[in-house]
């Protein structure tokens, strides 16, 4: 049975606002329950049958699926009667982009390949240290016994509220009617006192229990550890009172726990000489504030090595101040060296921090190809001194002592969903599983070594972080090299959505690179949040569909951060009174030519100009300018 | 289309085609005591392969109109245009002998010349000028928006000034266009597009005569210059001393308003050199083809 029809609002039997006021769920309601679409519609009368359903009755037979986990989804379920089993796949595929072959896609990719060879770098499942998209493969080597659902608990809620494709498959036990209903109505059961309170506490508890299935760090868990960690963790978002402004913890303070991120995007930043500098940005599924698990002195794990002469000059530990130079007395000593001062530079441990000084060379002392004073000192920084050049390069790791204070500050980019698992709760788990332990020490040395990047690659960061790229999971992208600006694109895509195209060839740039206005088929989108009538969502794909029963109420627009969502005046109807009428507004944004083979404007460009890509994997170094 | 590696394997097939043709053609000529002639067997197939590549590469616009089809990328339609035309002179060449022949072969001649010079041309300029522009013009905009973007740069400058000095009676196009456009705002759902203006001065302020006069005399004309004109944008040095230091934001965004419209303008005139060899080489190329059909007729009938 479909759970979801397609063109007019959910199917199924519909239940007025008095009807489901008789429901035993929402009788210990503290507050009276509203329906937010019905009142926002206004266009039925409170016991008619609406035109566009958010909440409808179904009955299942036993062994009937009522949602499958990977299906993509708007809809959040409650069991009114009788029982359902909810159990994780063993594995579930990453999600396709509609419309696209698998000749198809093997085209793009060799496209990619002659322009970035970043591009090849990482597919779309194949992901980053630490992280797990939402759209990821996933797979379980130990899946978790299914859970017994009864009357009365919520199910779905995740897809509802994030987006995300279906973490469960939930088969009916018997026969059994479930309520299905649309994001406005879940608001509404949220907003209701003990209802709300409910949903939270469901919401919470599968969220939190389905991240933890998903991370390589706790898949050793046993059932019984598992229960009793997601009964110790915590789920914060931006509202919180644990977070303060935003932000999850500020560099300085003092490590109480680590932090799984659910959904949003956290950005790890850094106090330097000239600012704060981004370290990194993370996406759903990254493990981060592993402090704990680091050494308890990141600035003396720091070691200098000589690139340019490694037969001639060992390398050394950066613990405490050492000067490089032609004297003997140096720590690093060049004897005979051309080019370099007999007291060259220093390098000065200030607190935590490594300081590369010039100590009045002659010719002057380089970092990364710039002459300098003074400067800090990150890893893989590359210093010049005369003929000599030294790297800067982290030691390996000892994951018994950590620092007791925050190295990093955590913030959200947009709304957050994290969850928190306390230094205790981290020891007890320490203590009865000792390979969760190892585990968690690797990770956290793969996450550590993925945020230390060299200054070039800040850049890059700095940029993607700029343009909000780090949420794009597909973007127009535009090679201003390459376009000889015909707008071919932008008429192909006119061509295949009725005379209006869906994007504009404007924006920001990246380098030589244009970021279209158009959608970006974001892991995190803004625009679906607050839909009353649930008509923009994914069907079962990552693009993102509106609805042929929108209201045209502009909310979609006014939220995409980016405007890629137009609004489009329809075709006046003919008009039945002599009065002026109001235009009728529908939304529009890039289904990524859905029933096509590829996007149209990408197939149509003579000047192979315009591609669709990851642009936090597509975009390199070289880009930035 | 940018000339990259990707177009190697197409150039060193295009090569070779050309080179086993020349060598064709030196064979065939030295071994003929009257000379190459187009009506003789290697001649005609000369010919024939020349208007093939010549058709192959008129189809490029017919696949344009066809925008939804899944017939091949237009990419690779580009390189076929691109490298057949390219092939078709050697092979029109051999097949005309290098003599012009009577009056409609010569015509054919120069008309085919025409074409394939503008085509040489076009590929040129794509090499060149949207790397120029992309340079040059920063704050660029899609060609079809630029008069758009120009009268709002017009109503933007007016709304900056009119927030120190109030409205101005010499201005009434601009306050109509302001007037008209809060109308188009109440027309649209929610916050959709809705741009916020500031409000104009009640009074002028203290000294605001002196960006009165600024305006209506340096900055306004220039807005309202012929389009296509990048001109010298006005100099906004001895405003910014004179200026008190709450004008400092209009004063900026003046300023910024009068840079786009300069690199609005810089877009146009790139924009018409990247596409003007089009208003030739499309329209003589089908008249080519006409031309061609006609010499084919003549020949194979006399």
Not at chain 1, 387 to 411: M, Y
Not at chain 2, 145 to 170: F, K, M, N, R
Not at chain 2, 202 to 216: K, Q
Not at chain 2, 218 to 241: E, N, Q, S, W
Request: aromatic share 8%.
């Amino acid at each position: 049975m479909a759970t979801e029809q397609h063109t007019d609002g959910l199917a199924g039997e519909w239940l007025s606002r008095d009807a489901l006021a008789q429901i035993d769920f929402f009788k210990g309601s503290k507050r009276p329950f509203t329906i937010k679409l019905n009142s926002n519609l206004g266009v039925v009368p409170e016991q008619t049958e609406p035109g566009i359903k958010a909440v409808v009755k179904r009955h299942y037979q036993k062994g009937d699926v009522i949602c499958k986990a990977g299906d993509f989804g708007s809809t959040a379920f409650l069991l009114l009667e009788g029982s359902a089993v909810a159990s994780l796949p063993s594995q579930m595929l990453p999600a396709v982009i509609a419309g696209r072959s698998a000749r198809t896609g093997a085209w793009l990719r060799g496209l990619f390949q002659r322009r970035s060879s970043a591009a090849v770098r990482q597919a779309v499942h194949d992901i980053d240290v630490g992280e797990v998209s939402p759209y990821a493969v996933v797979t379980c080597a130990n899946p978790p016994q299914p859970v017994a659902l009864r009357a009365g608990d919520f199910f779905g809620i995740d897809t509802c509220i994030n987006f995300y494709p279906r973490d469960l498959t939930v088969e009916a036990a018997e026969p059994c009617v479930v309520l299905e209903m649309l994001r406005s109505v879940l608001d509404s059961i949220r907003d209701a006192g003990d209802g709300g309170e409910r949903v939270e506490h469901a919401y919470r508890q599968s969220a939190m229990r389905t991240q933890f299935y998903r991370h390589t760090m706790f898949r050793d868990l046993s059932a019984a550890e598992m229960d009793w960690l997601v009964s110790q963790s915590e789920l914060l978002t931006p509202g919180s009172d644990a977070v303060t402004n935003d932000t999850l913890f500020g560099e300085g303070a003092e490590v109480d726990g680590i932090y799984l991120l659910r959904a949003g995007t956290i950005k790890l930043s850094q106090r330097r000489a000239g600012g704060d500098a981004t370290l990194t940005y993370l996406g759903s599924g990254t493990l981060f504030g592993l402090e704990e698990m680091l050494p308890r002195q990141r600035a003396a794990q720091l070691r200098l090595v000589c690139v340019s002469h490694p037969q001639e000059v060992a390398s050394v530990a950066l613990g405490t101040s050492i000067t490089v130079g032609r004297a003997q007395t140096c720590e690093v000593p060049l004897v005979g060296s051309r080019g370099v001062s007999r007291k060259h530079c220093r390098i000065e441990q200030r607190g935590d921090e490594m300081y590369l000084v010039d100590l009045g060379s002659l010719n002057g002392t380089l970092l990364n190809g710039e002459l300098i004073q003074e400067v800090l000192l990150t890893t893989g920084d590359l210093i010049g001194v005369g003929d000599f050049t030294f790297r800067i390069d982290p030691v390996s790791i000892d994951p018994k002592q950590g620092p007791r204070a925050r190295l990093t500050t955590a913030s959200g980019l947009d709304s957050f969903e994290v969850i928190k698992i306390s230094s205790a709760t981290l020891r007890e788990l320490g203590k009865s599983n000792t390979r969760f332990l190892a585990t968690a020490s690797s990770v956290a040395q793969a996450v550590d070594a993925a945020i230390q990047r060299p200054a070039a690659e800040q850049a890059l960061v700095d940029e993607v972080v700029e343009l909000n790229l780090y949420n794009s999971q597909n973007t127009l992208l535009i090679d201003l090299d390459r376009c000889t600006r015909c707008d071919q694109c932008v008429r192909a895509c006119a061509t295949a959505h009725d005379g209006v195209a869906r994007f504009t060839r404007d924006g920001p740039r990246f380098g030589n690179y244009l970021v279209t206005l158009a959608c970006r088929s974001c892991s995190d989108p803004k625009c679906m949040v607050g839909c009353p009538v649930g008509s923009i969502r994914r069907r079962e794909s990552l693009e993102i569909h509106i609805e042929d029963w929108c209201i045209g109420c502009g909310r979609c627009a006014n939220n995409c951060p980016f405007g890629n969502i137009n609004m489009v005046e329809l075709a006046a109807s003919p008009a039945k009174s002599p009065e002026p009428q109001a235009p009728a507004w529908k939304a529009t944004v890039c289904d990524l030519c859905a029933g096509y083979e590829g996007p149209s404007c990408v197939y149509a460009c003579p000047h192979d100009a315009a591609i669709r890509v990851n642009p936090s994997r597509f975009l390199t170094i070289g880009d930035v300018k | 289309m940018l000339l990259t590696s990707d177009h190697t394997r197409w150039a060193v097939a295009t090569s070779l085609a050309a080179v086993v043709a020349a060598a064709a053609y030196t064979v065939y000529a030295t071994s003929t005591p009257y000379g190459p002639s187009g009506g003789s067997w290697p001649g005609l197939c000369f010919g024939i392969a020349g208007t093939a590549c010549m058709l192959s590469a008129v189809f490029l616009s017919a696949r344009k109109k066809f925008l939804l089809w899944r017939i091949g990328s237009a990419q690779r339609w580009m390189k076929l245009h691109v490298w057949l035309g390219l092939l078709a002179i050697p092979l029109i060449l051999f097949h005309a002998g290098f003599s012009l022949g009577g009056p409609l072969t010569t015509w054919l001649m120069v008309m085919f010349a025409i074409v394939s010079l503008s085509g040489i041309y076009g590929l040129a300029v794509q090499q060149v000028i949207p790397r120029v522009m992309t340079l040059r013009v920063p704050m660029e905009t899609p060609r079809s928006q630029i008069d758009h973007l120009s009268a709002s740069l017009i109503v933007d400058a007016y709304e900056q000034v009119a927030s120190v000095t109030g409205h101005l009676p010499e201005a009434a196009g601009e306050q109509a266009a302001l007037a008209e456009e809060e109308k188009r705002n109440a027309l649209r759902p929610g916050d959709w597009k809705q741009v916020r203006r500031l409000i104009p001065a009640m009074s002028p302020a203290e000294g605001s005569d002196t960006l009165r006069n600024f305006y209506l005399d340096t900055i306004r004309p220039y807005l309202h210059r012929k389009a296509f004109k990048p001109g010298v944008p006005p100099d906004f040095a001895r405003l910014r001393f004179d200026a008190p230091g709450e004008w400092r934001a209009p004063v900026d965004r003046l300023a910024e308003i009068c840079e786009e419209s300069r690199q609005l303008a810089v877009q146009a005139r790139l924009h018409s050199w990247l596409h003007s060899w089009l208003l030739m080489h499309a329209p003589l190329s089908f008249a080519l083809l006409v031309l061609v059909a006609v010499h084919v007729y003549m020949a194979l009938h006399y």
